[in-house]
């Protein structure tokens, strides 16, 4: 009887050893799938966080215009467009923009702006507005911002937003 368990036991000894390499092979598949996962996971986030970036830029030059009343110019007839410098198509290429860092960001081609003139030349502000139709009329522009960065791997946002002016009858 005793030889009968010595020679079991001598069997089963290479069993174990390729059980446990399974169970290795399985865990190390898993780490691989988990570090897969996470790197699309970080890759998706970094996308997302410069489709942000794209937005915010894009939004921050369209306000900065918006505020400024020197870029919507009550001046020619539908068409009319003001744009920054070096861009194509427009009537004029000299939109400032005031805010130095979003100067910086034009200057450099990451962004730019385009105001161009829409509707009729002037007709009576909408009942909304809340002002005395016989002493206004109004003017509406479509500004236009937009963000590119796509060389850098960063993006393009493109931002456009009516506005209406007010003028003064005289």
């Given at each position: 009887m005793g030889k009968q368990?010595?020679?079991?036991r001598r069997h089963q000894q290479g069993a174990i050893l390729v059980i446990a390499l399974m169970f290795l092979l399985t865990i190390t598949l898993f780490t691989i799938s988990s570090m897969?996962?996470?790197?699309?996971g970080l890759k998706m986030a970094q996308n997302e966080e410069s489709r942000v970036a794209a937005v915010q830029a894009a939004q921050a030059l369209a306000d900065a215009i918006v505020a400024n009343p020197a870029s919507t110019p009550v001046v020619g007839t539908t068409g009319f467009t003001v744009c920054t410098a070096g861009q194509a198509g427009c009537t004029r290429n000299n939109l400032a923009v005031n805010d130095e860092i979003l100067a910086a960001a034009v200057a450099s081609n990451h962004l730019a702006a385009r105001v161009e003139r829409t509707g009729t030349i002037f007709r009576p502000p909408p009942r909304i507005v809340e002002s005395s139709i016989d002493k206004f009329s109004s003017a509406s522009f479509r500004v236009t911002t937009t963000y590119d960065r796509v060389a850098e791997g960063l993006g393009r946002q493109q931002i456009t937003e009516g506005v209406l002016v007010l003028v003064p009858k005289q």
């Open positions: 368990d010595f020679t079991f897969r996962s996470s790197n699309i």
